[in-house]
């Protein structure tokens, strides 16, 4: 069987699959930012793992989330961060019993 393609429709065809070539790629690179290979991250890199902004990631240095500093450079390692943050979960209940506990106290 022989398929012949006008060059109109090549040019769709690499036109439509071109933005999922790329998103694809971006996914990989992605992936490969966010796994373990890379245990430690920048606070650019923590914010974006994250999905909070940079500013986010400071005030959460500043309220005891774990932050190692070498040479003044400051490295945020992925397990302890997500440690720190299942410390400071709370269940449905917890939050309402916390948001009626500065009540209680007028």
């Known amino acids: 069987?022989?398929?012949n393609l006008t060059d109109a429709?090549?040019?769709?065809?690499?036109?439509?699959l071109r933005p999922i070539v790329i998103a694809t790629v971006q996914n990989s690179i992605n992936s490969v930012i966010h796994n373990d290979s890379h245990p430690y991250l920048n606070r650019?890199?923590?914010?974006?793992?994250?999905g909070v902004a940079e500013s986010t990631v400071s005030a959460w240095v500043s309220i005891g989330m774990p932050v190692a500093t070498i040479d003044g450079r400051k490295?945020?390692?992925k397990k302890t961060v997500t440690q720190w943050l299942k410390s400071h979960e709370m269940t449905v209940e917890s939050?309402?019993?916390?948001?009626?506990?500065?009540?209680?106290l007028q």
């Open 75 to 77: 490295l945020y390692g």
């Open 1 to 3: 069987m022989n398929i």
């Open 44 to 50: 650019r890199e923590m914010a974006k793992y994250l």
């Open 95 to 104: 939050q309402c019993q916390h948001q009626k506990s500065p009540q209680l």
């Open 9 to 16: 429709l090549i040019e769709r065809i690499v036109s439509e």
